[in-house]
């Protein structure tokens, strides 16, 4: 069983930065996939960032160049930087791990962009 805790969320104006954390703890031996999911009111959830195994990371088209997902094995935690956030980045962002066919999530962080 693989425990994830978020952290850094917050309200933020548009046009600024945020950092998101998650720590991994429990069984996390040979997680092969950690990072980021959000859904916003209303929508569905959607990829953010996920950082995979052999040093893999996929990005959703709408957050490509303005977010960047980094892990740090040794802490196990993966972070997401979020610069250039615009209104429609609001939502629960939550962190998201793999292993051994097993989707894990954590509890949401809620973002808030204001125009």
């Known amino acids: 069983q693989v425990h994830l805790v978020e952290s850094g969320g917050g309200l933020v104006q548009a046009g600024g930065s945020l950092r998101l954390s998650c720590v991994a703890s429990?069984?996390?031996?040979?997680?092969?996939?950690m990072g980021w999911y959000r859904q916003a009111p209303g929508k569905q959830r959607e990829l953010v960032a996920v950082?995979?195994?052999?040093?893999?990371?996929d990005y959703g088209d709408s957050v490509k160049g303005r977010f960047t997902i980094f892990r740090d094995s040794a802490k196990n935690t993966v972070y997401l930087q979020m610069n250039s956030l615009k209104p429609e980045d609001t939502a629960v962002y939550s962190c998201?791990?793999?292993?051994?066919?097993?989707?894990?999530w954590g509890q949401g962080t809620q973002v808030t962009v204001s125009s």
């Open positions: 998201y791990a793999h292993q051994w066919g097993t989707n894990y």
């Open positions: 429990g069984g996390i031996f040979s997680i092969n996939a």
């Open positions: 950082s995979r195994s052999a040093g893999r990371i």
